[in-house]
């Protein structure tokens, strides 16, 4: 099964975007973004288990993401409102263990990733 990310690109900075998941064949298992700058260590964003009973925020974006999921879609999204240019990063789709948070367990699998570039 692969991960697959839409929604990146330029946004200025306040602005928004949603980020999308595409994520067949991982109905059952935690999901979540995660996103490493280079020479800046990784970041996990947030992850939400399969049925909504856990969701995490890392502090940097703590009130101003939003995780969402429909596992009829096997979609998981993730709305980043007042952008700044220090969330310019590659974000990237994990499916992991059903808890959160992902980073404690081996991820399952990994997209691509999909660019945010914030402009000041």
């Known amino acids: 099964a692969q991960l697959v990310e839409s929604g990146g690109g330029l946004v200025q900075s306040g602005g928004s975007l949603r980020l999308s998941c595409t994520a067949p064949g991982f109905r059952y298992s935690g999901m979540g973004w995660s996103r490493q700058a280079p020479g800046k260590e990784r970041e996990w964003v947030s992850c939400?288990?399969?049925?909504?009973?856990?969701?995490l925020y890392s502090d940097s974006v703590k009130g101003s993401a939003t995780i969402s999921r429909d596992n009829y879609k096997n979609m998981v999204d993730l709305q980043i409102t007042n952008l700044l240019t220090e969330d310019t990063d590659v974000y990237l789709c994990?499916?992991?263990?059903?808890?959160?948070?992902?980073?404690?367990?081996?991820?399952?699998?990994w997209g691509q990733g999909t660019q945010v570039t914030v402009s000041s």
């Open positions: 939400i288990s399969p049925n909504h009973e856990y969701i």
């Open positions: 994990v499916a992991g263990h059903p808890s959160c948070p992902l980073e404690a367990y081996e991820p399952k699998g």
